[in-house]
């Protein structure tokens, strides 16, 4: 079964995801709630996945990626995001995140991105 660690600062956000994430036949190993937490659980877990929040406290989603690339250039990292943060999406996918999910989630869309993620 695939691994997933859930970074949002959001516990409702979290929450939310890891629901759609079991529903789809996945494990969430850990969550953390910033950038940082998200650098030691995935020391800690060695997740398959990453679900990485963009706007967050401490340390943003873009720098915690760039930061995960360095550890583990083959990370499959899936960046969520609100609505309106095209730019850094774009951003993202240009540093190798796999793909990215916009909030609130739709099921279909996550596990199109996770099936993605996984394939590449």
């Given at each position: ?10 516990l409702f956000m979290r929450m939310m995801l890891k629901n ?10 850990a969550e953390g709630s910033n950038g940082l937490e998200a ?66 989630f739709n099921k279909e869309r996550v596990m199109e991105a ?7």
């Amino acid at each position: 079964m695939k691994k997933i660690l859930i970074v949002d600062d959001s516990l409702f956000m979290r929450m939310m995801l890891k629901n759609v994430i079991q529903e789809l036949g996945y494990e969430t190993v850990a969550e953390g709630s910033n950038g940082l937490e998200a650098l030691t659980l995935y020391e800690r877990h060695k997740p398959d996945l990453v679900t990485l929040d963009i706007t967050m406290p401490e340390m943003d989603g873009i720098t915690a990626l760039g930061k995960l690339r360095t550890m583990d250039p083959s990370a499959k990292i899936i960046m969520v995001s609100a609505m309106g943060q095209q730019a850094l999406l774009i951003q993202a996918v240009n540093m190798g995140a796999s793909d990215f999910i916009v909030k609130p989630f739709n099921k279909e869309r996550v596990m199109e991105a996770f099936r993605k993620a996984f394939a590449g």
